[in-house]
């Protein structure tokens, strides 16, 4: 069991690693979207991995569908044909990148790697707290989902009405800005 | 009487006030027509005549008062600075003598300016040189002299260069104030030494500030802290004032170059009024000057030489402004030399005779030029005297005069030579008796050259007006008279001699009377007279046109020497280009390099800097990203670092 | 070797630090986006792995990754109606294009 999980874990991290690499230098739009997509479908195989049955459906269905479709459709609207030669930035800039990204490695992985035990943050402290009988008998019938519930309509009732609010701000404001500026249009034709 | 006494301000006051009106002209209206300017100008000048003429004989009645009135000007806690007046005898008369000859200047002026463009700017500086010369004159305390010492002195700068579109007076009026700057600087070093030598004794007692009626004790307090040396290197600072401003050898290349002014500007300021105050200055500074007999010792010989000098000068110039500058340099020369030697009331006597009949022959030469179409050469000139005659009898009384043939300038002249008699002082009569032989000469040799003989110019001649002549007719009469009346022969009807009203110390009583003196005067002015009618006058002996080749055949290297100024303005040129550029380029390459090094270094430094930082701020939404990740990460290994160790 | 909480946050170390590389140095404003959804992505596995080997109990993490996957559907819909606005007022997807904020 335990070998098992480490070897999915080991797959997924590759693919996850890999798969971002490429999202992130492919010359092509499109590849590097199907590569995001690769990604997001692998983290989800992480959220099964940690016992996050609803996180890992979610992550399909609001990343791996949803915003992939979003930034598909922004780009048939926005695409040129020359996009393809916009790849990476000047080099001064892509230099400082890669140092900036090597830095911030070196310093999460100081932390991580529990360096600093001045700092209290133990990892292994977390471990160490077992999860309650009644939860895993729980998890294992009906997974994480009843949990996520109650949390979300007790304790985290405020914020998430707040966020149902800002989704619904967010939905008018998206169609408002997005939409063409029918004064501008009519002040383009007229000039025309 | 009282009323004028304390009310003296009213005198510079007036002269200001029509200044600030004709400055301001355009909002007061005074430039729609010229009369208003003259009005301003000569009224306010003709009210402070009459107070000088009150005030003149409050203080003949009264010899012994003199009234001073202070205000407290600037208070720096141990020091007060004060302005005020001050009215005595010297004071009075110097007011009659300032306010006299600028209004009959200024009505002269009207005549002589109306045709130019500048008509309204040439009165505004008139009067505003009129408000400084009677501040001046009414100074209690050596700094306020100083002040308007400087507003003089701008006055002069600005009307020398009244024509500043011709190139030679903006020089000239550049020159005159760089030199005079030298004598100010002097001045006020020593003005400056002088106060703090005495300095405790001015803020223990109450006196003001440097006034001039207890000026004896400070400089006897200043003599005993600085020892002589030091004492006599203060009072050469102080007397570099005087001789900047008055014109003396060395500094007395600039008066030459200011007649390219126009000429009532010559009569009033560069030959009457403020190359006067220099001399004035002396006798307000005398009981400083007097503590240090070296310093009287250069006045003298400053005095003599430029007399000497001057007088060789002029008797080869034939631009007719020229001669008459390098005598009014000549005779203030003379008028140094008798405060020098102590013949305080002399010098002043001359003083005030020079200042009419110097400034009637500058007004009668700028007659001749205005009605020559400005031809200054006197050897375009001759036989004007049946065209103007008014003119030439004016210019011949005012001739007679400075050769000290019978009229003013014989008494005052007399007057200083009795004194260098009196004294034993043999070399400098010597001297001043040559001088009066070529001040006699050049003189006449001018008048011959302008008045007699044949026309020989081709100008266009036309009468000078009636406003331009009155003018000379009054100032005839002081110049013919006023010597005579000051002799002291006029006892018998109340009008005491000179020496008895200002006089410094005690009263001079006459205690020698010689013949002697007098008789060789005349007999050496008379000889001038001879010579120069001899060779320039044909009813002598009509040899004009060879006269030039003669002396130039004979006396060359003397001649060469006298047409170029003794060479006085090569040699500051010299001295400018030899000494005075090198060591300024030195200096100069020290600013540019170092000081200048060092400022731009730091411009440089901080323009770089910004634009170093300026590349963040390239509107790049990532480089900011960049910026804000890179500090974020400096700080937290900052803080880890610090954790850490 | 047991799979713990540290080999879940080197994971999300590295996800994350490919997320910053290609916030930086994308000249495509839709690859910046994605970048954004990797780093969020990151941050979700993150919360997670506490989740799991902390809280199992409240799954608080789990709540937070909820909202934050909330959060990044909004952001990610804001993101690309802008980029729309922009395209149609300068024709350009380049983000060397929009240095507006230089003056």
């Known amino acids: 069991m335990e070998v098992l999980q480490f070897l999915f874990f080991g797959m997924f991290a590759l693919v996850i690693v890999i798969s971002a690499l490429g999202a992130i ?42 915003i992939t479709i979003l930034l598909v ?19 001064p800039r892509t230099i400082l990148a890669f140092v900036v990204a090597g830095t911030l490695f070196i310093l999460l992985m100081f932390n991580i790697t529990n360096k600093f035990t001045d700092f209290n943050i133990n990892p292994k402290s977390f471990i160490t707290k077992a999860p309650k009988e009644s939860t895993i008998e729980l998890l294992k019938k009906q997974g994480t989902t009843p949990i996520i519930g109650k949390q979300l309509l007790t304790k985290y009732v405020l914020p998430f009405e707040i966020l149902s609010i800002l989704l619904l701000g967010v939905i008018i404001g998206a169609a408002v800005i997005a939409k063409k500026d029918t004064n501008e249009k009519n ?3 007229e000039s025309a | 009487m009282e009323f004028f006494i304390n009310n003296v301000w009213i005198i510079p006051a007036l002269p200001l006030w029509s200044f600030l009106l004709i400055l301001f002209g355009r909002i007061f209206n005074v430039y729609e027509n010229k009369y208003i300017s003259l009005a301003l100008t000569a ?19 009264n010899p012994e008062t003199s009234t001073q009135y202070n205000i407290l000007w600037l208070d720096t ?47 505004a500086y008139l009067v505003l040189f009129n408000f400084s010369m009677l501040a001046l004159v009414l100074s209690t305390n050596l700094f306020q002299t100083y002040i308007f010492w400087e507003l003089v002195g701008v006055s002069s700068y600005l009307l020398i260069g009244f024509w500043f579109y011709k190139p030679s007076a903006a020089q000239a009026a550049k020159k005159a104030f760089i030199i005079n700057r030298i004598g100010d600087c002097g001045l006020l070093v020593g003005t400056l030494a002088l106060l703090f030598y005495s300095l405790n004794w001015w803020t223990s007692s109450q006196n003001i500030l440097l006034e001039f009626a207890t000026l004896g004790q400070a400089g006897s307090l200043a003599l005993a802290n600085a020892g ?36 009532p500007i010559s009569a009033l300021i560069h030959a009457a009024t403020m190359v006067a105050a220099g001399v004035y200055l002396i006798a307000r500074l005398y009981p400083v000057f007097e503590l240090s007999p070296q310093i009287m010792t250069i006045m003298v010989w400053v005095g003599a030489i430029t007399a000497f000098i001057a007088a060789t000068i002029a008797i080869t110039q034939t631009d007719i402004k020229k001669c008459l500058a390098y005598s009014t340099c000549s005779q203030l020369g003379y008028m140094v030399l008798a405060m020098g030697v102590g013949a305080y009331s002399a010098g002043l006597f001359h003083l005030i005779t ?11 030469s700028g007659a001749v030029i205005h009605s020559l179409a400005d031809q200054q050469n006197m050897k375009y000139m001759g036989g004007l005297r049946k065209k103007i005659p008014i003119v030439a009898y004016t210019y011949l009384i005012g001739t007679l005069a400075i050769a000290g043939l019978f009229l003013s300038g014989f008494w005052s002249k007399e007057a200083i030579l009795l004194s260098l008699y009196i004294q034993g002082k043999n070399l400098l009569l010597i001297i001043a008796l040559i001088t009066a032989f070529m001040t006699a000469y050049y003189m006449f040799r001018s008048y011959f050259m302008v008045f007699e003989g044949e026309y020989r110019g081709h100008a266009h001649f036309h009468k000078p007006s009636k406003i331009m002549t009155v003018p000379l007719i009054i100032l005839a009469v002081p110049s013919a008279l006023i010597g005579f009346i000051f002799s002291g022969s006029l006892k018998s009807i109340g009008i005491g001699s000179f020496d008895s009203f200002i006089f410094y110390g005690h009263a001079l009583h006459e205690a020698h009377v010689s013949l002697f003196l007098p008789i060789c005067s005349l007999i050496i002015a008379t000889l001038g007279f001879l010579l120069a009618g001899i060779i320039y006058w044909d009813k002598l002996k009509s040899l004009y046109c060879n006269c030039f080749k003669l002396v130039e055949k004979y006396f060359s290297p003397l001649y060469k ?41 730091c411009g440089i430094s901080t323009l770089y800097k910004g634009k170093a930082v300026s590349l963040l701020q390239n509107g790049n939404i990532q480089t900011y990203l960049v910026t804000a990740l890179l500090s974020f990460i400096a700080i937290i290994t900052v803080v880890f670092l610090i954790y850490i160790i | 070797m047991e799979l713990g909480l540290v080999h879940y946050l080197i994971l999300v170390a590295i996800l994350f630090c490919i997320g910053i590389l290609g916030l930086i140095i994308s000249r495509n404003i839709v690859k910046i986006l994605i970048s954004i959804e990797i780093l969020l992505n990151a941050v979700n596995i993150n919360f997670a792995a506490f989740a799991n080997f902390g809280d199992l109990d409240e799954a608080k993490g789990q709540v937070f990754a909820i909202f934050i996957m909330a959060i990044a559907a909004a952001e990610i819909a804001l993101g690309l109606a802008i980029l729309i606005a922009c395209y149609n007022n300068r024709h350009s997807i380049d983000i060397e294009d929009y240095t507006s904020l230089k003056s």
């Not at chain 1, 990604?39 to 992550?59: C, H, M, P, W, Y």
């Not at chain 2, 009224?43 to 009645?61: A, D, E, K, M, R």
Request: glycine residues 6%; aromatic residues 16%; hydrophobic residues 55%.
């Open chain 1, 25 to 66: 230098f492919c010359r092509n739009i499109i590849h590097s979207i199907v590569s995001l997509v690769i990604t997001f479908l692998s983290v989800s195989g992480i959220f099964i991995l940690l016992n996050a049955d609803f996180l890992a459906i979610s992550q399909i269905i609001i990343y791996a569908v949803g």
């Open chain 1, 73 to 91: 459709f922004s780009l048939m609207f926005t695409t040129t044909k020359d996009d393809n030669k916009l790849w990476l930035a000047f080099a």
């Open chain 1, 187 to 189: 002040r383009a034709s």
């Open chain 2, 43 to 61: 009224g306010s000048t003709f009210i402070g005549f009459i107070s000088s003429i009150f005030i003149l004989f409050y203080c003949i009645n």
């Open chain 2, 77 to 123: 806690g141990n020091l007060k600075f004060s302005i005020g007046w001050l009215v005595d005898n010297l004071a009075a008369m110097m007011l009659v003598v300032v306010t006299s000859i600028s209004l009959l200047i200024q009505i002269y002026s009207h005549g002589y300016m109306e045709q130019d463009k500048g008509y309204h700017r040439f009165f």
């Open chain 2, 228 to 263: 002589p040396v030091l004492f006599g290197l203060l009072a050469l600072g102080l007397l570099f004032g005087p001789i900047a401003k008055s014109a003396q050898i060395p500094l007395h290349t600039w008066l030459a170059d200011a007649m390219e002014g126009p000429t």
């Open chain 2, 354 to 364: 020079h200042a009419y009949f110097k400034a009637m022959l500058f007004l009668c």
């Open chain 2, 561 to 601: 020497l006298s047409t170029n100024k003794w060479y006085f303005d090569d040699f500051n040129n010299l001295l400018i280009k030899y000494l005075i550029l090198p060591i300024s380029e030195l200096i100069s390459i020290f600013d540019k390099y170092v000081i200048d090094g060092f400022i731009n270094l």
